[in-house]
């Protein structure tokens, strides 16, 4: 059986706060642009917030950043055995990115993963 979460956000900020104690989440100056000014540039630290829901157990998580343009991947990050405790409540991901290279301008995504298979994008430009 194929598991799929149901996505329900996916953001890119400069950076999300976790409030000790309750675990909310604030997301400071979210975007979907990036202005550079020369290349290749160098973003110093972005954030990418997911939401979902609709699968419990232990999952491996991967955030792709895939140039949209040249059709190759650029970098990967991992969250792994991430244990999701109930599927009928939103289940949230924070991967935290420093020093992220774009070597031109153009169209780029971030591709979430459970397991292997695609359940989100977030399509963004570098200008």
């Known amino acids: 059986m194929q598991v799929k979460p149901i996505l329900k956000a996916m953001l890119l900020c400069d950076a999300t706060i976790v409030e000790e104690g309750s675990h909310k989440r604030t997301l400071i100056g979210i975007f979907d642009r990036i202005k550079a000014g020369q290349f290749p540039t160098v973003h110093p630290a972005m954030s990418v917030y997911v939401q979902f829901r609709e699968i419990?157990?232990?999952?491996?998580?991967?955030?792709?950043?895939?140039?949209?343009?040249e059709e190759r991947t650029l970098n990967q990050a991992a969250i792994r055995q991430f244990q999701v405790q109930d599927r009928s409540?939103?289940?949230?991901?924070?991967?935290n990115l420093l020093s992220v290279k774009?070597?031109?301008?153009?169209e780029y995504e971030f591709r979430i993963y459970v397991n292997e298979a695609v359940?989100?994008?977030k399509a963004f430009r570098v200008v």
Do not use: I, K, N, S
């Open 119 to 121: 359940f989100g994008q």
């Open 56 to 69: 419990e157990g232990v999952f491996d998580f991967m955030l792709e950043l895939y140039d949209l343009t």
């Open 89 to 95: 409540r939103d289940c949230e991901l924070v991967f």
């Open 102 to 106: 774009f070597e031109h301008a153009g």
